[in-house]
């Protein structure tokens, strides 16, 4: 199957602080990743879109200045909050696409970091 | 990328098929159904998508309609750790649209 690992899982750190957060496919290639966000009893919300070798797409709304995407290369995307405040606290997850043969493609999740800001 | 329609939550018997529901009237015809859940504090995993065929793997089967405006996803003996919610998702495919979009989901509520 497809796995996409996060690291860290979790991560508990002091507010103004900046924390950077890693997404791999193991064991496939992916020319596009994406970050969402999820607070507590809410759906997943897409916070931007990431392409290797360029800039990210942010959903509206999204600070790009504070969540900043770097992917450099098909397998690595990172993360990073900057000066994270309290609200930032929430669980994150990337995703990653890949062909599945039949005309489209399948995005595959990794298990989420879950980042608290005190 | 068209909107769907879920009940909030629903239950089944442990042994007995789960039969989720998803209204996606608006779909267009480049448009794929797929369907993930998440289970408590996990990343969400995906478990099958069609276009207008019915799809059937090892975990699930998908039922789409002739008019593509609802589907049915089966879990066919459902298990206490089938417990998740479970997002039916429209989107077509390719390009800068190939995102998902995430709407509240059925939580399926497994009963021993």
């Known amino acids: 199957g497809a796995v996409v690992s996060q690291h860290p899982s979790w991560v508990i750190c002091k507010s103004g602080t900046s924390v950077k957060i890693e997404c791999r496919s193991l064991?496939?290639?992916?020319?596009?990743m994406f970050w969402y966000r999820q607070f507590p009893k809410q759906s997943l919300m897409l916070m931007a879109t990431?392409?290797?070798?360029?800039?990210?797409?942010?959903e509206q709304g999204v600070e790009k200045d504070k969540f900043l995407i770097n992917h450099a290369s098909l397998t690595l995307s990172t993360l990073t909050v900057t000066s994270a405040h309290p609200e930032d606290s929430s669980f994150y997850i990337c995703s990653a696409t890949r062909a599945s043969g039949r005309g489209t493609d399948t995005q595959y999740f990794g298990p989420g970091t879950r980042l608290t800001v005190l | 990328d068209a909107k769907t329609t879920q009940p909030t939550s629903m239950d089944c018997a442990e042994g007995r098929a789960a039969n989720l529901p998803c209204n996606h009237s608006t779909i267009s015809g480049n448009e794929y159904v797929y369907w993930y859940r998440q289970i408590h504090s996990q990343g969400p995993q995906y478990i099958i998508h069609?276009?207008?065929n019915n799809e059937t793997n090892e975990m699930a089967s998908l039922i789409i309609t002739e008019d593509r405006k609802s589907s049915t996803l089966i879990l066919p003996h459902a298990t206490l750790r089938d417990t998740a919610v479970y997002y039916c998702i429209v989107r077509s495919y390719g390009g800068a649209t190939n995102k998902l979009i995430f709407g509240t989901g059925t939580l399926l509520a497994v009963q021993p």
């Open positions: 064991d496939f290639q992916a020319t596009t």
């Open positions: 069609g276009l207008k």
């Open positions: 990431s392409n290797e070798g360029s800039k990210a797409t942010y």
